[in-house]
Each structure stands twice: as C-alpha cells, then as structure tokens.
C-alpha cells in the first residue's frame, strides 16, 4: 500500500513531538524508525513527468537526523568521494540549522541539492553508516543524501543562499569547455578566484547529463538552471552552440583568443553498441538520443514540440545501469504499454541505484534478468518486430568483480518488441582528441591526467569528470572540477 505524503508528514509530526525535548541515547537513537521518502503515486506519476520523490518536510528531517549516532570515527566520510562532514552537518539539521548545515556541505561540494537527488549514496555514504551496519541493512542507514536534499532546497527555496565572494579581476582568461557537473564546479572555483572565465556548451542548452540525460521526474531541470544562473551571477559567460574543436579548437582558444588555460569537461557522450545484427533498423535508438529527445527537446509535449515521439507499444530497453533505469521509465510515461529491462546479470550486480531499480519495479517495469539479446529483427519495412534472446547463467567472476554472465547454448528465444533502447555505456567523444596535438589520452579515449592537478599532457589544459574518469558519477565529476580548479588557480597566480 502507497503512504501518502500526508500520512508520512503526520507521522513524523507525531514522532517529533516525542522525541524533541528528550535526551537522546545512542539507543534511543538506533530505535527511531527510517523516515521514508514520500513519493507520487506509481499509478499516477506514470502519466507524468514530474519528479517522483517528493522531499521531507521539516519534521520529517530533523526525526531523521535525530537516528544519526555522531560516530567520532565517522565512518561516512569515508563513503562520500568529497569527504563532506556528514555528521556535522546532520546534526544541524537535527537542531532545526538547515542553513548552517547547507554551508557545511557546501565546503566540500557545490551541488547538494543535485548531489542528495542523484548519488548512489548506497555504494557511497550511506554504505559505511554504523546505523546501517548495526541492523545489517544498509536501507536502514541514516538517509544522509535525502537530509543533503531538503537543507539544500530549503535555502534555494528560502533564498537564503550565500553569494559567493568573487576576488578582485585577476585580468587572466579560463575557457571552460562543457557545462556538466565537472565544468560547473571547475568554472565556479575559478570565478571566486577573480579569473575571466567563459563557458563554452555544443547543445544549446547548458547543463550536459543533467539537462540532457538524467529526467525531469529524478531531477527537476529548475534545479539546474538555478545553478547555472547563480554561475551567471557570479560574471561566467555561457556560450551555448559552441562546438570547441570545430567552432575553435583548443589551441586556438589559447593561442588566438588570449585564454591563459583551459578546462576540459566534454563528458562522455558517445552511445556504444553492442555490434549484433539489426541495430541500424528503424525504432532502435541509444539511450543518449531517446532521452535527449525527451528531456532536452520534449518531445513528450506532442504539438508544442517539433521533435517527433517514436510511437512504441513494447520496448526492450538493453543494459542495467541508472541510464536503462531512466530510459526504461521514460518510454513508460511516453505511453509504452510494455516495458522490459533486458539485462545479463541478476539484480545483485545491476550498477543502477537502488532506489531507481525500485522506482521502475513499482511503475511496472518488467526485468528479465540473465538474458543477452543476441540480433534484433524488423518486418518488411525495417521496422524492429522482435528481439532475440538467449538465457545465461553466472559463471566466474570477471575483472569489475561481477559474475559474468555465461551464454546457455540452444535457449535462445524470440521476442516481440517494436523498439529498442541500448543503454549499455557510453563512451568519451572523440572530437577534442582528434583536433587537439599532444593531448594524450588512454585506449579508451579517455584523457590522461596528472592525478593530483588534473592537468593534461598540454601545458594548462586541465580536464576533469566522465572525460578522464570515463561514465561515472556526477559527485566524482564535481569533485574533480573542483581539485582541476585549485590547481589552475595555482598555475594561474604564477604565469
Ligand atoms: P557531462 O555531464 O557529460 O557534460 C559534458 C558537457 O560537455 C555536455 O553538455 C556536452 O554537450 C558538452 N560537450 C562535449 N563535447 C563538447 C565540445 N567539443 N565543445 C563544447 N561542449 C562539449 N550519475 C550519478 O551520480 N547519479 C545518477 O543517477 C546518474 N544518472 C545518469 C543517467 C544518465 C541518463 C546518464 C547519461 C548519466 C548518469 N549519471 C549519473 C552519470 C553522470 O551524469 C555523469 O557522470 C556526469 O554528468 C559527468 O559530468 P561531466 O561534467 O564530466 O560531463
Ligand atoms: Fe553522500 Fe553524495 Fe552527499 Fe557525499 S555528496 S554525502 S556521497 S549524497
Ligand atoms: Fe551518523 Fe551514520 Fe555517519 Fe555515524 S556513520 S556519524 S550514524 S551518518
């Protein structure tokens, strides 16, 4: 049965009354119920687009924080990739300091309101909490990434934000290539710095996989242009439509147009296939264009939109991480009756957050696990009528550490589909590489860089994010943004 936010909100009303002038042992502490995360329900928010959790109120936070145990060892640091102090910054929202406690996230990470919606907190934070551990049930953790959401929409929401001090004109020029979560932080950082800084985007909106790729119902697009503006504010200029390495390449930037350094953050882009037959038939896309479609060119907004919708009844959407997660739900809300995520391992090994996994499973997606498509088929016109499917089994394990999945001969099956959606990775785009001399970059395509500083094989390139790290995640995006910056602030001040 679906708890309605009201009846989640009226029982952490209840819960707080109790709890709020006690003293609290770490007993008490430990026995205070999991507030869960009020979320639209699956029947309805299946129709639309809008955002599936739907946040705590102010009770439901501080009883929240209140499970918190303020380990001294604090072991969830350890969890977070930018070391934010967890605990502190629990403990104000606890006493009711969401503004106080923003601030302190917001030493070590600039996108909380982002960060506590997107990051796989139970492989990160919340995996290390000693809350978790005590009931061995890492659901059970403190939610440290729902606490991370409220204190920091509650300051967006309240404008109750803190300008950031922009230092006095340095008279030094930083293009910023890309407008993801590595290129926001990295430009942030060196605008404080008193550098000129310009932002360069190929889209015409400004964002990467925040705008373009992760949807509307997991992360509100206002949420993102709120941080884009505050960039804005700050004095970085966006320059939309701007491919770098065919626009103006890199070493034109430097050379040419007087930029002192440069920061790449070109994402990684570029859809892979998987190379069996039949991709190129019509109604297969990569998940990259399916949910660019819907998110950036809203599609879903039939006659307002000029970008058509691709009219699907039953989709096998190829992959298991969070981007089969959001294309699978999204073919949902676009009308699919049948939804399948096809994918070669069990649940145990899917790489999607685990509540995105439980999200799709309430809105009715249908996971058949231990299956490999093998060729997709069309009927006359080219058009995609089935997928083939063979079974597997697990087998050893293989270089990430997952099982591999082992191919079990003669089960091999044809299904009916009318569309497929490959969301199996995505790659880093070639172009910058390709136009760029010297930059050294790994098999993959991937840039080399110093680990320390970020900078590239070129002097004063830096890069950062799914370019260097190939597909990862926002947090680590960001956090490399940040320790590029730091180090061409230093390279700066000494040119
Ligand atoms: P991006 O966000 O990819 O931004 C790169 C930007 O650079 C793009 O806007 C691109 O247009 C631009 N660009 C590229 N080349 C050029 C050029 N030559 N000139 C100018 N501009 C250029 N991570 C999580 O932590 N949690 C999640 O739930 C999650 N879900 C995801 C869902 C989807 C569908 C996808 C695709 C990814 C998801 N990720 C998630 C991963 C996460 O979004 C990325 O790791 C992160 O966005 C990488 O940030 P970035 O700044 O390196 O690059
Ligand atoms: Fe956890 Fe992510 Fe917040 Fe770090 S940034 S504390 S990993 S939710
Ligand atoms: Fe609090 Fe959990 Fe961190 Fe301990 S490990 S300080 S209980 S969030």
Do not use: W
Request: proline share 4%; charged share 25%; glycine share 8%.
């Amino acid at each position: 049965m679906h708890a309605t936010k009201e009846e989640l909100a009226a029982k952490a009303d209840a819960l707080f009354e109790q709890l709020k002038d006690k003293t609290l042992s770490p007993k008490d502490r430990t026995q205070i119920p999991l507030q869960e995360m009020p979320t639209q329900d699956p029947s309805v928010r299946v129709t639309n687009m809008q955002e599936v959790a739907l946040g705590y109120t102010e009770n439901q936070v501080r009883v929240e924080a209140m499970r918190c145990l303020q380990c001294k060892n604090k072991p969830c640091i350890q969890g977070c990739p930018v070391s934010i102090d967890i605990p502190a910054f629990v403990a104000e929202a606890a006493k009711g300091n969401y503004v106080k406690s923003v601030e302190i996230i917001k030493e070590s990470s600039l996108l909380p309101s982002i960060c506590g919606r997107v990051c796989p907190q139970e492989s990160q934070c919340q995996k290390f909490c000693t809350v978790g551990k005590m009931h061995k049930d890492v659901d059970q953790s403190v939610s440290i990434g729902r606490i991370e959401r409220f204190v920091a929409d509650y300051a967006r929401e309240n404008d109750m934000e803190k300008n950031p001090t922009i230092k006095a004109e340095t008279g030094k020029k930083v293009a910023v290539v890309g407008s993801g979560p590595a290129s926001i932080s990295a430009a942030a950082d060196l605008r404080r710095e008193g550098h000129s800084v310009v932002m360069f985007e190929a889209l015409h909106k400004a964002g990467g996989v925040l705008i373009y790729g992760i949807p509307e119902f997991r992360l509100p697009k206002s949420i993102v242009e709120h941080e884009l503006n505050n960039l804005k504010e700050m004095g970085v200029e966006l320059r939309p439509n701007y491919l770098v390495g065919k626009t103006r390449k890199i070493t034109d930037l430097m050379e040419k147009d007087g930029f002192d350094a440069v920061f790449v953050g070109s994402g990684a882009g570029l859809p892979k296939f998987m190379g069996i037959e039949g991709e190129n038939y019509i109604g297969v896309f990569s998940a990259n264009e399916y949910l660019t479609r819907s998110n950036l060119m809203k599609a879903y907004a039939v006659g307002q939109s000029r970008t058509p919708l691709y009219n699907s009844h039953k989709v096998a959407v190829f992959g298991g991480g969070n981007v089969a997660m959001d294309a699978a739900r999204t073919a949902k809300r676009l009308g699919a009756e049948e939804v399948s995520i096809v994918y070669r391992r069990t649940e145990v090994e899917m790489p999607a957050r685990k509540e995105e996994v439980a999200h799709a499973k309430e809105e009715g997606i249908i996971f058949k696990y231990l299956h490999a498509p093998l060729k997709i088929t069309a009927n006359d016109k080219g058009r995609v009528n089935g997928v083939e499917l063979i079974t597997c089994e697990l087998g050893e394990p293989d270089a990430s550490g997952r099982r591999s999945p082992v191919e079990i001969k003669g089960s091999e099956k044809v299904y009916d589909y009318d569309t497929v959606i490959v969301a199996i990775g995505n790659a880093s785009n070639p172009l910058i590489k390709a136009t760029t001399d010297g930059i050294e970059v790994n098999r993959r395509g991937n840039f080399i860089v110093n680990e320390e500083t970020c900078e590239t094989s070129l002097k004063g390139v830096y890069a950062g994010g799914d370019i260097v790290l190939g597909a990862a995640t926002v947090i680590l995006a960001m956090g490399q943004g940040r320790k590029a910056a730091k180090a061409m602030n230093d390279y700066l001040a000494n040119l």
